[in-house]
Nanobody
C-alpha cells in the first residue's frame, strides 16, 4: 500500500517560514516526480511545486517562485517544501502528490492526507 504522509504544517504569521515534509512508503517511484499541491478555502486545488528525484529538476508556480524551495532526500524517500516569507495568500491545505506535474492533477496517482498551513497575524 502506498502512503504519502505529510508533516510540518501549522499557524504562522506573515513573513515567517515553515517546512513541510512528505514521507513516501510503498511507492516504487516508477515515475520520478513528486511534489506539492494546495487547496485554499473556496478555491480549486493547484500545483505548487514538483521535483524530479532522478536529476533534482524543480518546478514552481509563479506565485511561490523565490520563496519556496522543494528538495528530496531519496535515501529517506522524503520530499520537503521549505516555505519562506509566507503570506495569507499561502493559507491552504497542502497535499503531497505523486507523480507530480504542475498545471494538472491528471497524472497524480497517490495523494497524502493533506496538512493545514495557516498564515495570519
Amino acid at each position: 500500500e502506498v502512503q504519502l504522509v505529510e508533516s510540518g504544517g501549522g499557524l504562522v504569521q506573515p513573513g515567517e517560514s515553515l517546512r513541510l515534509s512528505c514521507v513516501a512508503s510503498g511507492y516504487t517511484f516508477d515515475d520520478p516526480t513528486i511534489g506539492w499541491f494546495r487547496q485554499a478555502p473556496g478555491k480549486e486545488r493547484e500545483g505548487v511545486s514538483c521535483i524530479r528525484r532522478d536529476d533534482g529538476s524543480a518546478y514552481y508556480r509563479d506565485s511561490v517562485l523565490g520563496r519556496f524551495t522543494i528538495s528530496s532526500d531519496n535515501a529517506k524517500a522524503t520530499v520537503y517544501l521549505q516555505m519562506n516569507d509566507l503570506s495569507p495568500d499561502d493559507t491552504a491545505v497542502y497535499y503531497c502528490a505523486a507523480p507530480c506535474l504542475l498545471g494538472t492533477e491528471e497524472l497524480v496517482r497517490h495523494w497524502g492526507q493533506g496538512i493545514q498551513v495557516t498564515v495570519s497575524s
